[in-house]
Each structure stands twice: as structure tokens, then as C-alpha cells.
């Protein structure tokens, strides 16, 4: 299922086959939290703007609008109208992140919903149903993400249970992929390196869920409040044990730069909701920088937000036009500037790989580290 086509250094570049099409990596997956990019684009969008993957939330779209209702209507890709793959997260980023009152047992969690407050209980099999429900191309094991900096005693323990999750929601997977109505019996299951920031848990941890064979494995629990050198360290620690002909995703990273540097670091896979987060706070990213076109310096300005970009955004629009539209509350603005930095971080990734493809990675990362990092 996943092939590297060329190496420069501990960069890959690689080929990644799914029931739903191919990725060719280094790739970035666009979240798509609810089933949609927040900031109006829709799924019809994303083909032009060259994105690959799609990820959507399980914690999100089991409580709205129910994973049940998503499989009455045939599936995420049905549903949303994405053809290609689709990721879904666990949920267990946002049982820890979200929920205020929650109680962690070796059975699952039992959390109350954001949105309502009434109670709910997930573990492995929990979210391995809820992600069959959804039918997404590759689901990911439910797992506990510590917040940094943790102590080791907690983050160990944490690390524990969160293999033994990983088990379980594997036996539930396959059970589930031979099951008569599953909707797609050949879904993918990535395992989730945990430890927090320290190497020797990172380790260990990959070195027991490697066992399992899985699909994919992800490094998580990274990019939630350690600094940027401590992530890269962490990365360099866990690189070495995982799986050569296995895809491996970093979770939710991030910014430019930090992308850069792990790929040079082995990475294959990113996500991160920077691309529209950002975008709808008017910070578009360029290849000089990142801009923001709120300042008043651009009310005037008729050239296209990044001259060297060749988006619909650029095409079309001056920054001059956008910074009215930010100014005056409009949601076109919002909107272009989400697809300006879609189209801008998938452009990104496909330089990458054409690097990489041209054995000139480390030439473009020289190159380009410095200007893509700086705030204009």
C-alpha cells in the first residue's frame, strides 16, 4: 500500500495506495472538521485548490449530526462529496482537549459533550464503530494526548494504556471490516506513537505498536505546548524505529517552516487547521511570508496577494479588494483567504516532492526555510 520512489537523507518521497485513490507524499490533509473547510469551501473546491486528502472529526461528526445518520446517507464521501481519501481523527484529541469534566478509566473515557453537556463514553471500540460508521478511507486508534510539559509517571502510564487501547481497536477493526453492512470493509487503522517529550517512552512505544503491523503510524501528543527544538528532538528520537514501508504522519504540524524540518526529518503525512485558522483572521501565507491583510498598507494595493502564486485567489482579486472585504465583515474575504492558503500549503507540499523527485531537497529547504517562516 505505500511504496518510497526516492530518499534524500531521511527525506521520502513515496506513493501511498487506498480504496480511494492514491496520495503521493510528502502530502498535507485539509481538515475539514465537520465535513466541511471552515470559511465556505466546499469539497467541490478542494480539487482545485489540489488537495489530496480530506480529514474530518470523529468526535465532532459523531455528536453532529450523529455517525448513525452519516451512515444512513452512505458515508463521509457521500455525504460531503470528497471522492478521494478521508482521514478521520480518533476523537481523543478533543475528549481531552474539549471536555471539561472527563474520567479516564482503562474501559475508555467517559466525557460530557461541548455542546450540550450530556455524557458520553468512548473507547477503542466506541470510536473504531464511530469511524466505520463514517466510512472513511483510514481511521486512527483512539488514544490519550497529554498536554506538555507532563510528568513522566502520568505521560508513562498514559503511554501504556494507550497501547493497550491500540489493541483493542485493532480486534474491533478487523472485526468490524468483515462484518455484513460495513460500508467500507477495506478501512486502513494508523497506531499513534504517545510519550509526551520524553525519548525513552517515544521509544518504547514505538517499538510495541510496531508488533501490530498496522497500516500507517502517526507520532502524536506533539505541537500542544513544547517548543519547536523539543518537537524535532522528539521526532529524531521515534524516526529510527518506525516502520521503513509504513507511512508516517505527524499530527496536527503546522507551520511552514516546522513542516520543512520534518520532512527532512523522515515525515510523510501532516494536518493542521493553520491554513484556514489563520486565513480567517486575514494571515495569508506567501512565499515571502506570511501577510496580513488587514494592515492598512494594502487598502491601495492592486497587486494579487502573492505574485508568485498561481491560485484562483491570485488570478483574480488584489490584495487592495480582500482588505476591504476583511474590513467591511464580508464572508468573501474570509473565503478567499481560505483558499488562498489551501492552495498555498498542497503548492508547498508539491514542491516538496518535485524536490524531491529532482534530488534538490535540500537545496528548496536552504532556500526556502528563511522566507516562508518570516512575517511580513
Known amino acids: 500500500m505505500f511504496r518510497i520512489i526516492k530518499e534524500e537523507g531521511s527525506a521520502r518521497r513515496g506513493e501511498l495506495t487506498t480504496p480511494h485513490g492514491t496520495v503521493q507524499t510528502p502530502a498535507f490533509m485539509n481538515v475539514a472538521t465537520c465535513g466541511a473547510i471552515k470559511g465556505g469551501v466546499s469539497a467541490l473546491d478542494l480539487k482545485d485548490l489540489k ?9 465532532h461528526l459523531h455528536l453532529r449530526p450523529g455517525d448513525e445518520t452519516v451512515r444512513k446517507l452512505g458515508g463521509l464521501q ?8 478521508i ?8 475528549v481531552f482537549s474539549l471536555a471539561k469534566l472527563r474520567n479516564i478509566t482503562e474501559e475508555g473515557v467517559t466525557f460530557q459533550s461541548h455542546i450540550d453537556g450530556h455524557s458520553i463514553f468512548m473507547g477503542p471500540e466506541e470510536s473504531m464503530r464511530i469511524q466505520s460508521n463514517l466510512a472513511s478511507t483510514i481511521a486512527m486508534a483512539f488514544d490519550e494526548c497529554v498536554k506538555n510539559p507532563a510528568e513522566y509517571d502520568y505521560a508513562r502510564a498514559s503511554c501504556e494504556r ?5 489493541y483493542r481497536a485493532k480486534a474491533e477493526m478487523d472485526r468490524l471490516n468483515s462484518s455484513p453492512g460495513t460500508l467500507n470493509k477495506k478501512q486502513m487503522l494508523f497506531g499513534i506513537n504517545q510519550g509526551s517529550t520524553y525519548g525513552d517512552l517515544r521509544v518504547a512505544c514505538m517499538r510495541r505498536i510496531n508488533e501490530l503491523d498496522l497500516d500507517g503510524y502517526a507520532i502524536g501528543g506533539l505541537a500542544v505546548g513544547e517548543s519547536a527544538e523539543t518537537m524535532y528532538r522528539v521526532i529524531e528520537e521515534v524516526e529510527p524505529e518506525m516502520p521503513r ?3 508516517r504522519y505527524l499530527m496536527g504540524v503546522g507551520k511552514p517552516e ?3 524540518e520534518a520532512v527532512k526529518r523522515g515525515v510523510d503525512m501532516f494536518d493542521c487547521v493553520m491554513p484556514s485558522r489563520n486565513a480567517r483572521h486575514g494571515h495569508m501565507f506567501t512565499w515571502d511570508g506570511c501577510r496580513n491583510i488587514m494592515n492598512s498598507k494594502y487598502a491601495l494595493d492592486e497587486s494579487p496577494v502573492d505574485e508568485k502564486c498561481g491560485c484562483p485567489v491570485c488570478r483574480n482579486f488584489s490584495r487592495a479588494y480582500i482588505h476591504h472585504l476583511f474590513k467591511s465583515g464580508e464572508m468573501l474575504g474570509m473565503r478567499l483567504a481560505v483558499m488562498h492558503n489551501i492552495y498555498f500549503y498542497n503548492t508547498l507540499f508539491e514542491k516538496i516532492r518535485d524536490s524531491l523527485d529532482n534530488n534538490s531537497f535540500n537545496g528548496f529547504f536552504n532556500d526556502n526555510l528563511p522566507l516562508i517562516s518570516r512575517r511580513i
Open 245 to 247: 514501508g509504513k507511512p
Open 51 to 59: 488537495c489530496q486528502v480530506q480529514l474530518c472529526n470523529t468526535y
Open 162 to 166: 494507550t497501547v493497550r487501547w491500540l
Open 78 to 85: 457521500k455525504f460531503t462529496r470528497w471522492d478521494g481519501p
Open 87 to 94: 482521514l478521520t481523527d480518533s476523537g481523543g484529541f478533543q
Open 258 to 260: 516546522n513542516i520543512l
